[in-house]
């Protein structure tokens, strides 16, 4: 017993410094029994993220689940919130070791393969899926990072937060620009035209702790480079240098970013676009709809998928995905200590049924998982139409152990050409050799995981 919880220890805190990010038709039928079980003087405790956008509505929605479950089995439910990843990982490193704590847990998708090397949380059966309404109530891509394979799987799609690009439609009409450009350099051909005086064609933040990684990985996997290849780490792969020429160039060579960019984050950027400043934003989700709702481009602007062809290329290489964003999201996983695991099922079920997912819609902007709902919200609003299809072309980030320092390391190469980028250039040696870094320790962390 003491070797495993010493096993366990190591495994969560080798992966305290991951990041959290932080969609089949199919049927909505409820799960075997959640209305009938006795819950009766029962507490069943979950754990999740705190959303800082929206706190007040968040508290309202933790009351509103809790009565309705009451209801439903006569049990208790009490949330437990995390502010940030080394919040969450304390918890589940105390919770693990000592066996007792939350049911329930609200894990990122990036945080899901290193949650399943643990072996501290619930490997899904045929019978727990039907617990909570079939696999085929999901869209098919949020399943993609529930674990490594369909017979090994421990996460539960909870919602979904896939990354597409906002533009401003009245700019585009006035450029005589048709629609966003498909491929990369597209992109930036009408990213240029749209730049002049204080308006940029690209809205992007270079100093944000989430996004950078995300653009590197996709433009990387559109050109058939996965970056963790079996048992090899594929962070120097020259087109992965590409794609951080293309990004760093965005601002350096193109011109046609904001060069205050260089210290924003994602709600500084968003800020700049919603005040009618540039063009695009790429890198968006569901959740920038109410700040742009109310901002200066309100009724002035429209989502696109974003593009899937590689810089360089005018078509996607062979060997390339289409990748239009990483899965994103959050999935739900049941504690194997837990005590009361066919309860906590039974609120999972309730909680990715159309109806409470539309609700979650409602509230706080975020995707649903359930594959009637995505559809639904499809059809009643066409403006998403591009994010469900953003979703649908979601692909998973490589499920290994290992996968907190392969993005960790890919951050460290933006935040290490901070200095350049002020001074305006990032030579292809300086990426190279901050590659090359990366790539090592990278490696040893695929190795260690093995």
Not at 88 to 111: A, C, R, W
Not at 181 to 190: H, I, P, S, V, Y
Not at 282 to 288: E, G, R, W, Y
Not at 421 to 445: H, R
Request: include cysteine.
């Amino acid at each position: 017993m003491m070797k495993k919880k010493l096993a366990l220890t190591t495994a969560l805190l080798a992966a305290g410094a991951i990041t959290l990010a932080g969609c089949a038709s199919g049927g909505d039928a409820p799960g075997d029994g959640a209305g009938a079980l006795d819950g009766k003087g029962k507490t069943l405790n979950v754990l999740t993220d705190a959303n800082t956008l929206y706190p007040e509505e968040q508290q309202k929605w933790f009351a509103d689940v809790s009565e309705k479950f009451k209801a439903k089995t006569g049990a208790e439910v009490k949330f437990e919130t995390f502010a940030s990843a080394n919040d969450e990982l304390t918890k589940i490193q105390t919770s693990v070791v000592s066996g007792q704590g939350p049911d329930i847990y609200s894990l990122g998708t990036t945080f899901t393969p290193t949650a399943y090397a643990t072996g501290a949380f619930v490997k899904l059966s045929d019978d727990d899926w039907k617990k909570v309404g079939g696999r085929d109530r999901f869209t098919e891509a949020s399943l993609g990072i529930s674990g490594p394979d369909k017979d090994n799987e421990v996460g539960i799609p909870a919602r979904s937060r896939p990354f597409v690009m906002a533009y401003n439609t009245e700019m585009l009409a006035a450029a005589g620009i048709d629609k966003p450009a498909d491929t990369w350099d597209g992109l930036l051909e009408q990213a240029k035209k749209l730049t002049h005086d204080d308006v940029y064609g690209l809205s992007i933040a270079y100093g944000d702790n989430f996004d950078p990684w995300k653009f590197i990985w996709a433009m990387s996997t559109q050109a058939g480079n996965p970056i963790i290849d079996g048992k090899k780490v594929r962070l120097d792969d020259p087109v992965t240098i590409k794609a951080y020429e293309t990004y760093f160039g965005w601002l350096t060579q193109d011109k046609v970013v904001n060069p205050a960019a260089i210290g924003w984050k994602a709600s500084q950027a968003l800020a700049s676009f919603a005040d009618g400043k540039a063009a695009f934003m790429p890198m968006v989700t569901a959740t920038s709809i109410n700040t742009l709702e109310a901002s200066a481009v309100a009724g002035k602007y429209a989502y696109a998928v974003m593009p899937t062809v590689p810089p360089g290329e005018t078509k996607r290489p062979s060997d390339g995905k289409e990748a239009a964003s990483i899965l994103s999201g959050s999935n739900f996983v049941v504690a194997d200590y837990s005590k009361n695991k066919d309860l906590s099922f039974a609120l999972i079920e309730m909680l990715t049924t159309a109806e409470e997912q539309k609700v979650y819609y409602d509230t706080f902007g975020e995707m649903p998982t359930n594959a009637k709902a995505a559809e639904a919200l499809e059809k009643d609003n066409a403006q998403l139409a591009p994010i469900v299809e953003a979703s649908k072309l979601s692909v998973g980030t490589p499920f290994s152990g290992a996968w907190g320092d392969v993005q960790l390391g890919m951050t460290n190469v933006v935040v290490q050409a901070i200095p350049s980028l002020n001074a305006g250039s990032v030579s292809t040696d300086q990426i190279i050799s901050a590659l090359k870094t990366e790539q090592d320790k990278a490696q040893s962390a695929l190795d260690r995981a093995k």
